[in-house]
Structure formats: C-alpha cells, structure tokens
C-alpha cells in the first residue's frame, strides 16, 4: 500500500512539458496555435476532439473533416521552462506572452490564422 501512495505522490511531481503548438494545414498557409500547461495532454486531447468532430474552432473543425490529419501537421513551437524557483506554479502570463510573440512571428512569414 506505501508504493502505491509513493507512486501518486511521484506523479504530482511530475511536470508536463509547457509551451505552444500548432497545428498547420498543408493545403492552405493557415495555422491555429495554442499555449498550453500541457503539450502532450493538450496535443492529444485536441487531436481526439478533432477526430470526433466536437473541436470548438468550427473553421479549423470543417477543415480537419474535409482534409483528415493528413491534411495537417501538428508540430511543437517552444517548450517554456519552469523556473528555478519551486514556489512558481501559475505561468499563465509567460504562456500568453510566448503565444503574443510567435503569432507575431507567424504573420510576418505570411501565415493565417484559424481563429479562436
């Protein structure tokens, strides 16, 4: 029974990659992207959602079901690194601002947005 609780107190520890992804289309130079606490679980989450038809971006929805996935990449922009301090839990703000910066990015290469 001690393992069991050393397990779950090893998995709380555990922290999740950060960043931002996105998610290109390969027909069109269009792109969502989104910061997330969660990269992996975000990644996957949304690529399930997609699948099933019940992603909330109605455009980027309508795209995925005419085109499939392999009409698209789903790629890692930049992983955020957590501080040295352990105290910090909340990097909403760094998470927004990284997402701020590489929209930027993005559209002075030309790129379109799905919208939010």
């Keep these: 029974m001690d393992r069991k609780k050393e397990l779950k107190e090893q998995y709380k520890m555990m922290k999740p990659d950060m960043g931002i992804f996105m998610i290109k289309s390969k027909f069109k130079n269009k792109c969502y992207i989104?910061?997330?606490?969660?990269l992996k679980g975000t990644i996957?989450?949304?690529?399930?959602?997609?699948?099933?038809?019940?992603?909330?971006?109605?455009?980027?929805?309508?795209e995925w079901n005419e085109y499939?996935?392999?009409g698209f990449t789903i790629e890692i922009l930049?992983?955020?690194?957590?501080?040295?301090?352990?105290?910090?839990?909340?990097y909403s703000e760094e998470l927004e601002?990284?997402?701020m910066e590489w929209k930027?990015?993005?559209?002075?290469?030309?790129?379109?947005?799905?919208?939010?």
């Design 34 to 38: 989104e910061s997330t606490k969660n």
């Design 78 to 90: 930049e992983k955020l690194e957590y501080d040295k301090d352990e105290a910090k839990t909340d």
């Design 68 to 70: 499939g996935k392999d």
């Design 104 to 116: 930027e990015k993005l559209l002075k290469q030309g790129m379109e947005f799905y919208s939010k």
């Design 44 to 62: 996957n989450s949304t690529e399930f959602r997609l699948k099933f038809g019940s992603y909330p971006n109605s455009e980027l929805q309508k």
């Design 97 to 99: 601002i990284l997402e």
